[in-house]
């Protein structure tokens, strides 16, 4: 419905055979779970261990936007956003650390761990101000943003209302705005060792 989302996810490790599982309720479209894949493999390069005989379970639970759950049941949840989250979340489970959690990220991660770019930047930057969050990661260049705001005009001709409707580009600061909005600060990032900078308390 054109609203961000903030999703909270559990990252389990096991002795096992390599494997990343995914619960899937919710459902999980397949590129995340490819992200998933992808961030096993960042997790274990950028902390320097061997994860071939380890599991990870990652449980996506329900997910809220300011506080407020949402029912996600029945919908599908996706997209490779996640992919520095769920490598962040990673990194801190081999790590035996306790990352902060007001911290928000949105990007795709890469298998050399560099951050990619995503979509819908500003409903996410959105869901993490009014879920109370300090800090939004986002991929490099998406803090400063082009949006276009509808411009509608009315006349009359002839006994006929005719309506204009344009589309005019407005560029807006992204770390300005959550800052004003929400005190919360948005970050560029560029590789993973950023995520796990700005995560660690």
């Known amino acids: 419905d054109g609203r961000g989302v903030l999703g909270m996810a559990k990252i389990e490790m096991k002795k096992g055979i390599g494997r990343v599982l995914i619960a899937t ?3 999980i479209e397949p590129d ?3 992200s998933a894949e992808v961030a096993k493999l960042v997790a274990s390069e950028y902390t320097g261990k061997n994860l071939s005989e380890t599991d990870f379970i990652i449980s996506f639970n329900m997910s809220f936007i300011g506080g407020e759950a949402i029912d ?3 919908q599908i949840l996706g997209g490779p956003s996640a992919g520095v989250a769920i490598s962040t979340a990673m990194i801190a489970a081999v790590q035996n650390k306790t990352f902060r959690r007001d911290v ?3 990007g795709t991660i890469n298998p050399d761990g560099t951050v990619g770019q995503i979509s819908a930047v500003i409903e996410k ?3 993490a101000g009014k879920a109370g969050m300090s800090i ?3 991929p490099p260049g998406q803090s400063d943003l082009i949006y276009y705001e509808r411009k509608v005009t009315t006349r009359n001709v002839g006994g006929f209302e005719i309506q204009s409707i344009r589309y005019i580009p407005k560029q807006m600061n992204l770390n300005e705005y959550t800052t004003k909005n929400w005190n919360m600060s948005t970050i560029e990032i560029e590789k993973i060792a950023d995520a796990v900078k700005y995560a660690e308390e």
């Open 25 to 27: 309720n919710p459902f």
């Open 32 to 34: 995340t779970q490819y």
């Open 72 to 74: 996600t049941r029945g």
């Open 104 to 106: 928000a990220v949105t």
């Open 125 to 127: 930057a959105e869901a």
């Open 136 to 138: 939004f990661l986002v």
